[in-house]
């Protein structure tokens, strides 16, 4: 392994402006699985948020990077931490993965070097997940990762015309180093 970033098959990296159509592509890979109707983006809109998140500073640990798959140097999704409690020692993050590359591992190996970071170089005590209740996949994805059910917030989100649960995930530092080891590489 080359370095904290780079894993057996995924490669966490700085979003480039180029990245833009594969975002796009997320995007639309998403819309029937996802079940919520967004309004329309511009590929200038995509163009201008890569560009945007090319040159983003790190704010209080909220960042974003690209997944690459390491095999083939393609990006096949994103990963970043977005929301911070750094008093009480908290983070909460997110993962998408392009519909063509889903149950390869990406996802599994991109959250596991995410973590690793937050941990040990940021010295976070918890991480949050926030799921919808009928993502099957992604619940799954953090139980097999060693994330515990904190809690679900009842009818807390709307699309498709009805309201849905979200289910907060949870792991503890402690509990990801007697899974994952913080010191590997």
Known sequence: MASSWTGNRVRLRAVEPDDWTAFASFADDDGPRAGRLDL???????RAWAKEQAVAECDDDRFRLAVEATATGELVGTVGSHRTGPRSGWFEFDITIGASHRRKGYATEAVVLLLRFMFAERRYHKCLAA????????LALFRGLGFTEE?????HVFFAGQHHDLVMMGMLFNEFDRRHTVSEP
């Open 40 to 46: 329309p983006r511009s590929t200038e809109s995509y």
């Open 131 to 138: 799921v919808l209740a009928h993502n099957e996949a992604s």
């Open 151 to 155: 809690g679900r917030l009842r009818q």
